[in-house]
Structure formats: structure tokens, C-alpha cells
């Protein structure tokens, strides 16, 4: 993992920006670091989602909705 992802992923989570607009999300992380990429930052709101997501929110029936969602062509 690069170091860039790493410091997107860091500063959007000790902000909680992770839900936020990702126009709003990027704005907010170039202030504080301005040598990001805007692929850097979007890479990293999709790590911080992944962090944050709990295994019990996944229930049975959002099982099989991701399934019929998986099995459409």
C-alpha cells in the first residue's frame, strides 16, 4: 500500500469525512495536504469505508440483495 493512500485514508478518518460529498471530501483533504491526487483521495474514502464497515451490518437480507445485485448481467 502507498504512502499517499495511507495518509488520504488517515487524514479523511481522524476527520470523519468519509460520508461526506466527494467534492466536499477533496477540498477538505487538499487543504490539509495539497500534494494529494484526486485519485489518492477517492482511493482513500473507499479504504476508510472498508475500515469503518462492520461484518454485523451485513445481514441476511442485504445477503441476498448483494446477490441478485451480483447475478445481474
Not at 482513500?44 to 475500515?51: E, M, S, T, V, Y
Not at 469503518?52 to 451485513?58: A, Q, S, V
Request: no cysteine.
Amino acid at each position: 500500500m502507498n504512502k499517499k493512500l495511507l495518509n488520504a485514508t488517515e487524514i479523511i478518518l481522524s476527520n470523519n469525512l468519509a460520508y461526506l460529498d466527494i467534492d466536499e471530501v477533496i477540498e477538505k483533504v487538499k487543504e490539509i495536504n495539497p500534494r494529494l491526487s484526486e485519485f489518492d483521495i477517492i482511493s482513500g474514502i473507499n479504504l476508510a469505508k472498508r475500515l469503518l464497515f462492520k461484518k454485523e451490518y451485513l445481514t441476511d437480507e442485504i445477503k441476498i440483495e448483494l446477490k441478485m445485485w451480483e447475478s445481474v448481467e
